[in-house]
C-alpha cells in the first residue's frame, strides 16, 4: 500500500510520481536522514514562526484543528501540517490558512527530491522537508505541525524549542514500528507508546498531556524531566470537566466555561480542552478566551465523525442520514460506539459499511457496534492492500462498492455510517464532492 494521491496537475503529478518510489528503508530508525536534508535546504526548521508540535495515537489532528481555529479567531496567520491527505496531498501542506496551490507544491517537491540525492530519503521525511521549507518561506504568526507516527523519530521531531507539545489520547497503533523490539526501551506494549510519543519532549518547551493510566503517565513524566520540559498533565496541572452543554476548564491561570465543540462525539471535547491547555501554557503567542471559545465552535475536521452532506454518493440511499469515520483502533472504535449509542435514532439501530486495511482488525470497529447494527456490510478499498470478504464476520455481507452497498439498504431510515480506513473516507469524500478545502 502506498500514501499517495494523483493530481490532476501534471507537474504535481510528476513530482508524485517520485514519491511512489520512496519507502521507508527496512530496518532504518532516527532522525539523521531528515536532518541531513533539512541542512542541505538551510534548515528551514530553525526559521519557523511559534511552532505547536502534536502527538497521539487518536486525536492530534482533531487537537490540531482546534488549535488552528482558536489561533485563526485570535486574528493570526496560523500554517498548518496535518496527515494523512484524504484526497488531495496538497491537504498536508496549509499557508496561512489555505491549501498549498499546485505549481507552489510542484516546485516544493522537486526542490526537496533534487536535495535529497544519495540519502534515500523516505516519503515522510521529504514531505517533511517539503513542509518546512514552504513555511518558513511565508510569513505567519503560529504553526501547527502533526506527529506522523510514534514521535520519537518521526520526521518532524527535529524542531528545537517548539511554543509548546501536546500529546493527545494514547492506545496501541502501528504496532510494527512502535513495538518493534529495541534495547532500553519499556517492554509493557502501552508504556512504550507512551515512551515513543514523549519523544517529542523539548528542553524549555511546555509539554501537555491528557490523563493515562499510572505507568504510561509516570514513563511521560520521565521523559519529560530527561529532555529539560516543563510537564503540565491533566488531573495535576490542569482539569476540564465535559458537562451537557459547556467545558468547565481550569488551570492556574483561573477558570473558563467554555461551550462544546461542533464536531460530534464526546472525545472533541477532550481534544479542544487539551488545545486550550497548549495555549495557556505557552508563552509565545496570547490567545484570549473568547477566541478560544469561537475556535471550538468553528474547528473542522473531515472524516472523523462528519455527517455527510446531499451529494453524488449519498443521494444512492435516500431518506439515510450518511455518517463518515476514518478510525481504525480499538480507541477510535469505542469513541464510534459512544456516539452512535446515544445518537442511533429511536430504535439504537444503523448500518455499518465497513472498509479495512490488510493490517488492521475489523473487530475493532464493529464490536463496539454490538448489537445496534441493523446491517453489516463490507467494501473493498479500491487502490489498497484490504480485507476482502473472509476478512470480515460471518455476519458481514459484501458488496462489489461504496455505491452498491448504499443502493442496497433497505428503505428503513436508519442511519449509516462508512467506517475504517482514512483511505476509504478520502475516497467517500471525493465521490460525494466533499474534498477538504
Known amino acids: 500500500m502506498k500514501d499517495f494521491a494523483a493530481s490532476d496537475d501534471p507537474a504535481v503529478q510528476a513530482q508524485l510520481d517520485r514519491l511512489t518510489a520512496l519507502s521507508l528503508p527496512r530496518g532504518r530508525l532516527g532522525l539523521e536522514v531528515i536532518r541531513e536534508l533539512l541542512t542541505r535546504l538551510g534548515d528551514p526548521q530553525k526559521r519557523l514562526p511559534p511552532v505547536f508540535h502534536v502527538a497521539g495515537t487518536n486525536g492530534k489532528g482533531s487537537t490540531c484543528a482546534f488549535l488552528r481555529a482558536m489561533l485563526e479567531a485570535e486574528g ?9 491527505h484524504l484526497v488531495r496531498y496538497n491537504e498536508r501542506i496549509r499557508i496561512a490558512g489555505q491549501l498549498v496551490a499546485d505549481a507552489e507544491l510542484a516546485a516544493l517537491l522537486a526542490e526537496v527530491l533534487d536535495a535529497a540525492e544519495g540519502l534515500a530519503p523516505s516519503f515522510f521525511e521529504v514531505t517533511t522537508a517539503a513542509t518546512f521549507l514552504a513555511f518558513a518561506r511565508h510569513p505567519a504568526d503560529a504553526c501547527i505541525i502533526e506527529v506522523g507516527l510514534g514521535g520519537r523519530f518521526d520526521a518532524t521531531n527535529v524542531m528545537e524549542c517548539p511554543a509548546a507539545c501536546g500529546i493527545a489520547s494514547l492506545g496501541i497503533d502501528h504496532e510494527a514500528f512502535l513495538l518493534a523490539p529495541e534495547e532500553g526501551v519499556p ?36 521523559r519529560a524531566a ?5 510537564l503540565h498533565q491533566r488531573g495535576s496541572n ?20 467554555l461551550p462544546l465543540p461542533t464536531l460530534p462525539g464526546r472525545h472533541q471535547a477532550d481534544n479542544a480542552a487539551l488545545a486550550v491547555a497548549m495555549l495557556r501554557h505557552q508563552d509565545a503567542l496570547a490567545v484570549s478566551p473568547a477566541a478560544m ?14 455527517l455527510l452532506e446531499v451529494g453524488p454518493l449519498t443521494a444512492l440511499a435516500p431518506g439515510h442520514e450518511v455518517w463518515l ?27 455499518l459499511i465497513i472498509g479495512m486495511l490488510a493490517n488492521r482488525d475489523p473487530q475493532a470497529i464493529i464490536a463496539p457496534l454490538g448489537e445496534r447494527l441493523a446491517s453489516l456490510t463490507a467494501v473493498p478499498i479500491h487502490g489498497s492492500d484490504a480485507h476482502g470478504p473472509e ?27 462508512i467506517a475504517g ?11 460525494n464532492g466533499e474534498a477538504p478545502d
Open 76 to 84: 493570526l496567520r496560523v500554517h498548518a501540517a496535518t496527515k494523512p
Open 187 to 222: 517492554q509493557v506494549p502501552l508504556v512504550r507508546i507512551a515512551f515513543e510519543k514523549a519523544g517529542i519532549a523539548r528542553p524549555g518547551s511546555p509539554l501537555v498531556t491528557q490523563t493515562y493510566p499510572q505507568a504510561m503517565a509516570l514513563e511521560i513524566e520521565r
Open 226 to 230: 530527561l529532555a529539560g520540559a516543563s
Open 238 to 257: 490542569w482539569w476540564a470537566e465535559i458537562g451537557v452543554d459547556s467545558i468547565a476548564y481550569r488551570d492556574r491561570h483561573g477558570a473558563l466555561t
Open 293 to 306: 471559545a469561537e475556535g471550538i465552535g468553528a474547528a473542522r475536521w473531515p472524516a472523523r465523525l462528519q
Open 325 to 351: 469515520d476514518g478510525g481504525h483502533n480499538a480507541d477510535a472504535g469505542q469513541a464510534i460506539g459512544r456516539h452512535f449509542a446515544g445518537l442511533a435514532g429511536e430504535s439504537g439501530r444503523l448500518h
Open 391 to 417: 476478512g470480515y464476520s460471518a455476519r458481514a455481507g459484501w458488496a462489489d462498492s461504496l455505491a452498491e452497498a448504499l443502493q442496497a439498504l433497505p428503505d428503513d431510515r436508519l442511519p449509516v455510517l
Open 421 to 431: 480506513s482514512l483511505y476509504l473516507a478520502g475516497q467517500v469524500l471525493k465521490a
